[in-house]
């Protein structure tokens, strides 16, 4: 059995789907190929299981993705609650603090976060400035207040567990911007799956599920290869495994 087919079977096992459609999921919607760009090898798909393995994320709910790195290779990036879920799930962990500053206005200047560890008598602390860390994306103009505690909660971890190799998205945009990777904003422009139509296909889409050809998750990555999901659309469609109970 090869490293790949290893790590894929782990986190096969994990997840409870098939292999092939991990692999197929992954590939068409986690690990997506720009158009013109050489597909994605199987070095880099290694690379990107054995990262999702080694600290337990979904990439089926999208907790980590990844993007090819210029020059080779591919790049990580987890989002907040992969972060979140990696924060949780160390042995160590004991607890987090944020603490806000403000102007006399009260617009926020910094957020520190502190984390805990069971096995250290002090916290790691970690300040990130909004000065420092605003943009001018959608995100930061409708959350700012958010982000910037993302920003001091995923900095704070680097430093408490010594993680690395690891980005979030805010980070992926700014390392587009520097020509280090290659990320495909597509879906950004992607239109909704039409009502419709959605209504039409939810009996094939059953029989699919209850027939073992296809799992929920196979069926949210096929459309969301072209369109846009809402979430009540994604939510029926899992229901059907509440039916006949999941696909393994």
């Known amino acids: 059995m090869t490293n790949q087919s290893t790590a894929l079977a782990q986190m096969a096992g994990r997840l409870a789907v098939k292999e092939d459609e991990l692999q197929n999921i992954i590939l068409n919607t986690v690990m997506p190929n720009r158009q013109g760009k050489p597909p994605i090898t ?132 700014r390392f587009e911007d520097a020509g280090v990777i290659e990320t495909c904003k597509q879906e950004q422009g992607k239109p909704f799956y039409p009502a419709d139509r959605f209504e039409k296909s939810l009996p094939k889409w059953k029989l699919a599920v209850e027939s073992n050809k296809q799992s929920t998750h196979s069926i949210i990555a096929k459309v969301e290869a072209q369109f846009s999901l809402t979430d009540e659309q994604k939510n029926i469609i899992n229901e059907l495994n509440a039916i006949e109970g999941e696909i393994t």
């Open 42 to 173: 199987q070095e880099q798909f290694l690379s990107f299981l054995a990262v999702a393995n080694e600290y337990k994320l979904n990439p089926l709910t999208k907790e980590v993705y990844a993007f090819p790195a210029k020059g080779g290779g591919i790049q990580p990036i987890v989002s907040i609650d992969g972060w979140l879920k990696i924060i949780n799930n160390h042995p160590h962990f004991d607890g987090m603090e944020f603490e806000d500053k403000t102007d006399a206005n009260g617009k926020l200047l910094s957020v520190t976060c502190s984390i805990y560890r069971k096995d250290r008598q002090r916290a790691t602390q970690m300040t990130e400035y909004m000065s420092e860390c605003v943009q001018g994306t959608d995100t930061w103009k409708k959350w700012p207040s958010r982000m910037l505690r993302h920003k001091a909660t995923i900095q704070c971890a680097r430093y408490a567990f010594g993680l690395s190799g690891i980005i979030d998205p805010d980070e992926a945009e």
